[in-house]
């Protein structure tokens, strides 16, 4: 079983900063992409950034939160993190994680699986 647990979220006043913590737990084996997700009321669930590690790190941002919002990866605790600073109302949704990663069962020979994750949301609300 795999996990991804997210914290951080709450309630900040617009121009403020929030913090999102995302931790992977589980029989991984690596882990490909890390993202985070959101979704507002009425919204459809769009991709807020991404960051993915192999020969090089490689970020990717959604054009409403570049130059706000930092992506960043601890690989040896498989957690990833969200420094958003000047936050908008308009930022105001359920901030979901998510992974692409592999998973290892051990045997002879072990076996891996490719999988994708997703945490459960935490609600980061921007007041104005």
């Known amino acids: 079983q795999v996990q991804l647990v997210e914290s951080g979220g709450g309630l900040v006043q617009a121009g403020g900063s929030l913090r999102l913590s995302c931790a992977a737990s589980?029989?991984?084996?690596?882990?490909?992409?890390m993202n985070w997700y959101r979704q507002a009321p009425g919204n459809q669930r769009e991709l807020v950034a991404a960051?993915?590690?192999?020969?090089?790190?490689?970020?990717n941002y959604a054009d409403p939160v570049k130059g706000r919002f930092t992506i960043s990866r601890d690989s040896a605790k498989n957690t990833v993190y969200l420094q958003m600073n000047s936050l908008k109302p308009e930022d105001t949704a359920v901030y979901y994680c998510?992974?692409?990663?592999?998973?290892?069962?051990?045997?002879?020979?072990?076996?891996?699986?490719?999988?994708?994750?997703w945490g459960q949301g935490t609600l980061v609300t921007v007041s104005s």
């Open positions: 589980g029989s991984i084996f690596s882990i490909n992409t």
């Open positions: 998510n992974a692409d990663l592999v998973t290892i069962r051990s045997g002879i020979p072990p076996i891996y699986r490719n999988l994708e994750v």
């Open positions: 960051i993915t590690s192999g020969g090089s790190t490689n970020y």
